[in-house]
């Protein structure tokens, strides 16, 4: 069987298009998108125009490149890397710095880029950029700000990020129950949980805490989900600099071209919008 994506959405055909608001757009209604393999439907949420960058400093611009013929530009570098606690102070300006060009949260931000550093240390061939896992993130919840929810100081959801229930009705793909309801609160299905949207049973194996109190890993928390995520891409030896590398890395993450296009599109706008004037 193969293993599910983070967010456990099955392939979705070429030609859709993920859940991100269009200018053209005042919002979105739910979505319903076929997989191609099979006869599973899975929902996907639609997105207020509001909730974009509109409402921030920053419009991202829509781009639609071919799959493994290009990669985004890489973003403003985190400032160190393996992440002590002593680079806290340099790491909050570095994210305060990326949060005036882009709008993204600068706790948010800060948790990207932590993410960044703990791979630089472990996985330099890897080559991974925040901007990627931003593009991840504006996706998947907008940063943690979908519906009018915020992540906090302690980088915790005002309320709890969790998805419909995997139930199998019309227009949702059924997943069973894996974790008793310890993540989702759900005993008799699974959901998708947190700002990175992991299933319960892709957290098992993937999720890392990534600051160094004992805890355990929280999906929940967007330093662990943005770890946990980093990881997830830069899996199997890929090098996100290069087209095949980053392209392999995202659509293992969501096996969706339009998906890939999104997030590339929130990728290197970003990096332009944090680029050296």
Known sequence: MTEPTPSGRPRVPDGHRSPLPRPALARLALTLLVVATGLTLILTIGVHKEDDEHDAALVIPDQRPRSHETVPRVALAAPVDRPRASDQAELDAWAEQVADATGIPARVASAYGRAEMWLRGERPECRLSWGTLAGI????????????????????PERPIIGIALDGSPGVREIRDTDDGRLDADISWDRAVGPMQ???ETWERWGARATSDGAEPDPQDIDDAALAAARYLCAQGRDL??????WDAVLAYNRSVDYGQD???????????????
């Open 137 to 156: 993130g504006r996706v998947e919840s907008r940063h943690g700000g979908l519906d009018g929810n915020s992540i906090g100081d302690d980088g915790r």
């Open 241 to 246: 600099a290069t087209p095949q590398g980053w």
């Open 263 to 277: 997030v590339f599109s929130g990728a290197d706008g970003y990096a332009e919008a944090t680029r050296p004037q």
């Open 198 to 200: 992991f299933l319960p």
